[in-house]
């Protein structure tokens, strides 16, 4: 069974989930890569719809993190374009958050401190930032651990203070960069549960680059395949009984026969 390719953002067929509206990110014509470094990426042309989850996977060193920092706006690209909503890119902002394997949380601050950091930047009141780290702790299971210490917790109970400090701030963009890869397969399975829940309630556009093919194949709407740029359709996004359906498994083939 064929799976089509996809090279527009579909329209989405659910309502958007209550939230910040999502941004729309694309990439016109873009070289990427470091000047004078490794052999540059693409040129790529990659539309990424508001509110939508584009995961993306392919071999190492094929440009997936390079991807993240260009849409980022930490990485300009060597040719081309990068747009939000239109607009390109001219650096890092507020509204687009990076999400890393490793959590990258401050050791000498609290949990609920961790979370309130990117809250303290951007200038919002002690009051402010309390409420919304207790809320978005709350949201993701550590409501009793807001006064730990991160060395004190579990790798999954980090990466869960990660996420919580990435949207804390509403961003209307998350890009997360292999966040679950370090992860043993029980905690993954939870977190990738733990983020769908999340989505739900969030309307922020993700883009989430992984290893890990059934990852990609259970959390994106749509899949992008580095470094050709092709992208195909998700039949049933972020539907655990969807795992053994025909559509699915010939998703599966096609990402694996990719790699």
């Given amino acids: 069974m064929s799976v089509p390719k996809s090279p527009a953002a579909p329209p989405r067929t659910t309502p958007r989930p209550a939230g910040p509206e999502g941004a729309e990110l ?3 014509g873009a070289l990427l890569g470091h000047p004078g470094g490794a052999a540059p990426v693409g ?3 990659l539309r990424v719809a508001a ?7 392919g071999p190492s060193g094929c440009g997936k993190t390079t991807l993240l920092r260009t849409l980022a706006g930490l990485l300009p690209p ?3 374009r990068v747009l939000r909503d239109g607009v390109p890119v001219r650096g890092p902002g507020a509204d687009r958050a990076l999400v890393f394997q490793h959590d990258a949380l401050l050791p000498w601050r609290s949990v609920r401190a961790n979370v309130e950091l990117p ?5 919002v009141d002690r009051a402010g930032r309390r409420r919304a780290a207790e ?3 709350d949201r993701v299971g550590l409501a009793g651990h807001a006064a730990a210490w991160p060395h004190r917790l579990s790798g999954g109970q980090r990466q869960r203070v990660q996420l919580a400090r990435a949207l804390a701030g509403r961003p209307r963009a998350v890009l997360m960069d292999e966040p679950f890869g370090a992860l043993d397969a029980h905690t993954r399975t939870g977190m990738q549960d733990l983020l769908t829940g999340i989505l739900r309630g ?3 556009t993700v883009v989430f680059v992984t290893h890990d093919v059934d990852e990609a194949v259970h959390l994106g709407d749509r899949i992008a395949l580095l470094p050709s ?3 195909l359709d998700v039949p049933r996004p972020r539907d655990r009984a969807a795992h053994g359906a025909p559509e699915t498994r010939a998703l599966r083939r096609l990402v694996l026969d990719s790699l």
């Fill in 26 to 28: 694309a990439l016109e």
């Fill in 43 to 45: 040129p790529l042309d």
């Fill in 51 to 57: 509110g939508e989850v584009l995961a993306v996977v």
């Fill in 78 to 80: 060597l040719s081309g």
């Fill in 119 to 123: 809250l303290a930047i951007r200038g």
């Fill in 135 to 137: 809320e978005w702790l």
């Fill in 202 to 204: 969030s309307g922020a």
């Fill in 229 to 231: 740029g092709r992208v």
